[in-house]
């Protein structure tokens, strides 16, 4: 039987995703999109999911590390950040998942790494109840708040970053995609996602088949195949992000 590195290995074959790399300058109508880096998501057993690890993880601690990395290039440059919260009412369930995120808990926190963004003016904070970003920004009165900030900051292109790699941030990043191409997001014309900056969670299935209702999820292969699709959707995929003074 095949081990779980020789079955990545042939998977990265099959469904190989080529990263390039992105050089951002003043002239780049950028904004940076972070979704989800919240306690209940990314630090050490503060969340109520299996998402949130139970132990350091290499892989949630580096996006965590070049979400933050990022968020402060931008600031430093007065450019436009946009941060999505997963928040939730206890009395109002995500099927399939458990309760998680509750407001006001830590949970739905931003991880310490990026707190300091609650301050910062150009950066616009969201808390979302569903898995799409998109979805979530939705009003009542028919106005979209990511909408209507890429169109009031002019933005052509955004470099997204978060977790889970293969399930928030690309249901995010597909229908963005869309919008774009039905134009209901101008001026939007890229959309990139940033490799090292996103994540998702591990659950082996020896673990799996112990917690009722849940689903195996390796987390490299997860990871790879998110980016996968989301390349397949249109978005650029990259491995570096740079600036140009």
């Not at 779980?4 to 099959?14: A, P, R």
């Not at 998680?100 to 808990?105: A, D, S």
Request: proline share 7%; aromatic share 6%.
């Amino acid at each position: 039987m095949a081990t779980d590195e020789t079955i990545f290995d042939h998977l990265k074959k099959e469904i190989p995703v080529d990263e390039e790399s992105l050089l951002l300058n003043p002239d780049s109508s950028v904004g940076l999109v972070i979704v989800d880096v919240v306690n209940g998501f990314c630090t050490v057993s503060s969340g109520n999911m299996v998402v949130a690890p139970t132990k350091p993880n290499e892989q949630i601690s580096k996006m965590v590390e070049e979400s933050a990395m990022l968020a402060r290039e931008f600031c430093d440059r007065n450019w436009p950040v946009f941060a999505f919260l997963d928040s939730h009412h206890p009395d109002v369930p995500e099927i399939p998942y458990p309760p998680h995120c509750i407001i006001g808990t830590q949970e739905a926190e931003l991880v310490p790494a990026l707190q300091w963004l609650e301050s910062e003016t150009c950066a616009t904070l969201m808390r979302k109840d569903c898995i799409n970003g998109f979805v979530g920004s939705m009003e009542k009165d028919g106005s979209n708040k990511f909408v209507d900030w890429v169109k009031e900051k002019q933005i052509k292109a955004i470099v997204v970053v978060g977790i889970c790699t293969d399930i928030c941030v690309f249901d995010f990043v597909a229908t963005v995609l869309s919008a774009r191409n039905h134009s209901v997001i101008p001026p939007l014309e890229d959309v990139v996602v940033y490799s090292r900056g996103c994540a998702t969670y591990d659950l082996p299935l020896h673990v799996a088949k112990d917690i009722k209702g849940a689903q195996a999820h390796p987390q490299e292969m997860m990871h790879h195949v998110g980016l996968y699709m989301a390349k397949g959707r249109g978005a650029k995929v990259v491995s570096q992000v740079s600036f140009d003074p």
